[in-house]
């Protein structure tokens, strides 16, 4: 059974740092892109960062380059995600997903959820001012 479980997310202060953990089971992992992805409420699904797991490509969005730094421990099957400098937003659910899209294609396509095939259940991030 493909299992993609994320932890880590909580209650921060704008300014602050969180670190998420994706860990992953029941596929071939390094065989796989890992993305991040967040829904605030009301809003859809925006692509935040995402990683080869084979070769360690990382992708992120201009929102969060320079503050999120995505990493990867293929022995452990995990992927994280370390967010500094959290800025002050409506709380939301951040995803992490499996896509076998590989490069060159998923360069431009990391940020788009239909090319994903697995997705762990969220884990909600709040950013208070």
């Known amino acids: 059974e493909v299992q993609l479980v994320e932890s880590g997310g909580g209650l921060v202060q704008a300014g602050g740092s969180l670190r998420l953990s994706c860990a992953g089971s029941?596929?071939?992992?390094?065989?796989?892109?890992i993305g991040w992805f967040r829904q605030a409420p009301g809003k859809e699904r925006e692509g935040v960062s995402c990683?080869?797991?084979?070769?360690?490509?990382?992708y992120y969005a201009d929102s969060v380059k320079g503050r999120f730094t995505i990493s990867n421990d293929n022995a452990k099957t995990m992927v994280y995600l370390e967010m500094n400098n959290l800025k002050p937003e409506v709380p939301a659910v951040y995803y992490c997903a499996a896509t076998c899209v590989a490069e060159p294609v998923v360069d431009d396509t990391w940020t788009d959820e239909d090319e994903y095939s697995y997705w762990g259940q969220g884990t909600q991030v709040t950013v208070s001012s």
């Open positions: 029941g596929f071939s992992y390094d065989d796989y892109h």
């Open positions: 990683i080869d797991t084979f070769n360690g490509k990382t």
